[in-house]
């Protein structure tokens, strides 16, 4: 999944030969998971359709301040669009167009657009060599900068003269490449390494039963892409579920057992920041697993059951620079229970959840959970959805870091 994904993105488009090429660009963002919306000039409009962009885009495209061909006359609220946007690109930027920005001209949609863009703003220069050469180009270029747009440069190759040399669009690939890594370098957790664990164990008793619980995975699913989509790369270690994620930062090692779910935690935690344990293992496992499937043979049936290893506090006795993060479910006496496990592992926080809470606990899309630090500060929070949760969740582990 790209850093890209349910981003809006408002593309600018100008009237060069290279709007021809917004197409793909366009194809590309929707292809990254992102919202995409279209604003042009008059004047692109000759080289590339609105009709083109909107069916790709799937929303309507914006060029004048007003749709003259509704009867109703609706004005398009340029400040709307450009509050809207995560991110504004304009590709590709013409010389005219360029010149205009950078002196605060605002004679079209687009460029009453980008005066109200509070997003990150991009230009994608396209033009012929001379143009490109030209010192009122350059000084364009470094007015807009200034300004704190950012400038993806222009490739070198044949140009629409014939001439063959520096201003042609940078490749729609290269433009959303660029995008990418720009924004994945100001994420807060970039450079991070966190490692997630989730979902249950399952501790077989023979080939076809199993001792396990009703953990869905969701809450540390939910904590991988929050994490990720920071920046962070994710090692998530999940037991048996049916969740599932797609995240180019994100690599999913499946376990079944608790043993297994040990050996793998251990494996990945020495080369961690951060290291997140909401899974629910399995206190206990069957001392023997029968070799064969035990049949039906008497009224009563005993197993004999020896403890799992305490993944989470061994992690707490080995850690030296990591943050370490654990999870209590709990049913009764929840604070005091929970600063116990806070202190006797060694924990940085622990993230509390009581099956007494209607909406919290497994198998709902809700959780209601508190924050207890390792100096004991207690943080109420509210019934959220899971994924709010998971956000809340790495705000307080980059308060606390950043403390």
Not at 197 to 202: D, E, L, M, R
Not at 245 to 261: D, G, N, T, W, Y
Not at 372 to 380: L, N, R
Request: charged share 20%; with cysteine.
């Amino acid at each position: 999944m790209s850093i890209l994904k349910d981003k809006n993105i408002l593309l600018g488009i100008t009237a060069g030969i290279a709007a021809y090429k917004s197409a793909s660009l366009v194809r590309l963002f929707i292809k990254a998971g992102a919202n995409v919306k279209v604003v042009m000039t008059p004047a692109s409009k000759d080289f590339i359709t609105p009709l083109t962009l909107s069916t790709l885009s799937k929303n309507p495209v914006y060029s004048s301040f007003v749709d003259e061909e509704d009867d109703n006359q609706v004005w398009n609220n340029h400040v709307d669009l450009g509050l809207w946007a995560d991110v504004f690109i304009i590709a590709p930027a013409t010389a005219n167009t360029m010149a205009k920005m950078a002196n605060g001209v605002c004679d079209n949609m687009l460029l009453a657009t980008y005066l109200s863009a509070k997003c990150p703003v991009y230009f994608a220069p396209a033009m012929d060599l001379d143009m490109y050469k030209h010192e009122s180009t350059k000084r364009s270029f470094k007015k807009l900068i200034s300004y704190g747009n950012k400038l993806i440069p222009a490739g070198t190759g044949e140009l629409a003269s014939g001439l063959v040399g520096e201003g042609r669009m940078a490749e729609p690939e290269h433009i959303v490449t660029y995008i990418e890594k720009d924004i994945l370098d100001q994420l807060p957790l970039k450079g991070k390494r966190i490692l997630i664990t989730a979902g249950p164990t399952y501790e077989a008793i023979d080939p076809v039963r199993f001792i396990g619980n009703h953990s869905s995975g969701k809450m540390g699913f939910e904590i991988a892409n929050a994490a990720a989509n920071l920046g962070a790369e994710v090692v998530l270690v999940t037991g048996p579920t049916h969740q599932s994620i797609k995240h180019s930062l994100i690599e999913i090692m499946p376990v079944v057992s608790a043993e297994e779910m040990y050996k793998e935690v251990h494996k990945h935690f020495k080369s961690s920041d951060i290291a997140i344990l909401s899974s629910a293992v399995a206190d206990y496992r069957p001392k023997t697993v029968a070799s064969q499937k035990i049949k039906k043979k008497n009224s009563t049936f005993s197993i004999e059951l020896e403890k799992t290893k305490d993944i989470l506090k061994s992690l707490g006795e080995i850690k030296t620079s990591q943050f370490l993060v654990g999870f209590a479910l709990e049913t009764n006496n929840e604070l005091e229970h929970a600063k116990g496990k806070l202190k006797s592992k060694n924990l940085d926080l622990i993230v509390l959840n009581s099956l007494q809470d209607k909406g919290a606990g497994f198998g709902v899309s809700t959780n209601k959970v508190t924050f207890i630090t390792s100096s004991e500060e207690v943080i109420e929070n509210k019934l959220k959805s899971k994924a709010a949760v998971a956000q809340d969740l790495i705000q307080q582990i980059l308060k606390q870091l950043h403390a």
